[in-house]
């Protein structure tokens, strides 16, 4: 079956340091989202993508970065982890406006 | 820029009653889509009900239905016959309904708690 999964589903890290975070969808999907979920907030867009080669910034995206060099994989990049991007990190995929999306199992990072 | 509002940050119920969260939304879009996702503790975001804005109809699955009033912009979930496996937290969600704008706006989350 297709799907969408998220690695790792648990990190701590260090301030400072680079952290990727891996989204993998096998719906073939062109869309593909990252959110991130924090307490009084709901979901915040981060960085999302159209397609291959296509990004975009979302409304919380400083800090953030994002490549799209093939289909399957958005993975997300925070360039100098910060306590503020302590959070529950989602990966979402969809094939248009017409069809569901469809979300990973999150991803909780906590910068110590 | 669009706006999600859910004002309800905690609900809660007994089992078998029915229970309506409540979203309000603001947008100058006149084509849009309008979502219901819940979330367990399992922390998987499911979907719950899709309400395209052109429609007039309430959308519904099974248990779930929506009172959707575009021009009061809102757009509340009933759950009837609420079960246990209802708890969850609940997320009402916007999208513009054109290609090229398929990013979604969420709105704060309702948490949900079925009493038994």
């Known amino acids: 079956d297709a799907e969408i999964t998220q690695s790792p589903r648990h990190k701590i890290t260090e301030t400072g340091r680079q952290v990727t975070l891996a989204c993998h969808q096998t719906w073939n999907h062109n869309n593909m989202f990252w959110y991130r979920q924090d307490l009084g907030h709901g979901l915040r867009l981060i960085h999302y993508s159209y397609g291959v080669q296509d990004t975009n910034k979302g409304e919380v995206s400083d800090g953030y970065s994002v490549s799209r060099s093939n289909t399957e994989d958005l993975p997300l990049t925070l360039e100098s982890a910060a306590s503020s991007q302590t959070s529950v990190y989602f990966c979402?995929?969809?094939?248009?406006?017409?069809?569901?999306?469809?979300f990973g199992q999150g991803t909780r990072l906590t910068v110590v | 820029a669009q706006t999600v509002t859910q004002s309800q940050p905690e609900m809660s119920v007994q089992e078998a009653e029915t229970v309506t969260l409540s979203c309000t939304y603001d947008?100058?879009?006149?084509?849009?889509?309008l979502f219901w996702y819940k979330q367990p503790p399992s922390r998987q975001m499911i979907l719950v009900i899709r309400q395209e804005a052109y429609k007039q109809q309430n959308a519904t699955e099974n248990r779930f239905s929506v009172n959707f009033q575009k021009a009061a912009k809102s757009f509340s979930l009933k759950i009837s016959d609420s079960q246990l496996g209802d708890t969850a937290m609940y997320f009402c969600a916007f999208m513009k309904g054109n290609f090229g704008n398929e990013k979604l706006t969420f709105g704060t989350g309702t948490r949900l708690t079925i009493i038994p």
């Open positions: 979402a995929s969809s094939e248009s406006m017409n069809t569901e999306a469809f």
């Open positions: 947008t100058s879009e006149n084509n849009y889509y």
